[in-house]
């Protein structure tokens, strides 16, 4: 089978680059995530979709937790963006953590299926997280760490690190409680929102008085 898959993607490639079959297939895999959730994604259905071989796809994948994580790494990209866009508003730091707590909120809103995805546990068998999926993990922090030592120039790097990623699991939270119905607040889901923010960041900055 896996011979005849092999035969078949390479007769193919005259037709689609490698990097061109990658993309289909994460394209196809990430619709169906968007419109149905990570519950739907099936390999036989993701080549159905792209017009190959389920043993054709495990030629550019090594297996579905590693296209799992390609998934997930593309929504930290996308959601990276609307972060970006916050910060380029040149804002005072703490206006600026609460519009990128609300552009969070509206990512997870807009994209729910995908955002939920990049919380689904993917290791099979102690698996670890990819050393390159954790850097971009990691660099979502730092987008917001400098905001934090802004407000309290005395503070370490470190402790501005450990507030960014105390404060986002909040925000997460928050999210997630609301936007799943476990927290019957998703009427007020802003509201809960800036609560927690305002909160936090003045905690911070007394704290660092």
Not at 50 to 74: C, E, H, P
Request: proline content about 2%; aromatic content about 10%; some cysteine.
């Amino acid at each position: 089978m896996l011979i005849i898959a092999k035969l078949e993607y390479m007769a193919r490639r005259s037709e689609h680059t490698q990097a061109e079959i990658k993309e289909m297939i994460l394209k196809a895999a990430e619709n169906i995530v968007a419109e149905e959730g990570v519950s739907a994604l099936k390999v036989r259905r993701i080549a159905l979709d792209i017009g190959y071989t389920v043993g054709s796809i495990y030629m550019v994948f090594d297996n579905m937790a590693d296209l799992i994580w390609q998934l997930k790494a593309r929504v930290l990209d996308d959601l990276a963006l609307e972060l970006e866009k916050v910060l380029k508003k040149n804002i005072p730091a703490e206006e600026c953590i609460r519009q990128l707590g609300m552009a969070y909120l509206t990512f997870a809103e807009n994209n729910f299926f995908r955002w939920s995805l990049i919380f689904e546990i993917s290791t099979q068998d102690g698996e670890n997280v990819p050393d390159w999926y954790q850097q971009k993990v990691e660099q979502m922090f730092m987008l917001i760490e400098p905001l934090f030592l802004q407000l309290a120039p005395g503070q370490s790097a470190e402790r501005a690190g450990q507030a960014a990623r105390a404060l986002w699991g909040g925000v997460h939270g928050v999210c997630s409680l609301t936007l799943t119905g476990r927290l019957d607040l998703e009427k007020e889901n802003e509201n809960t929102l800036m609560l927690l923010i305002d909160n936090f960041v003045y905690g911070w900055v007394q704290k660092s008085l």
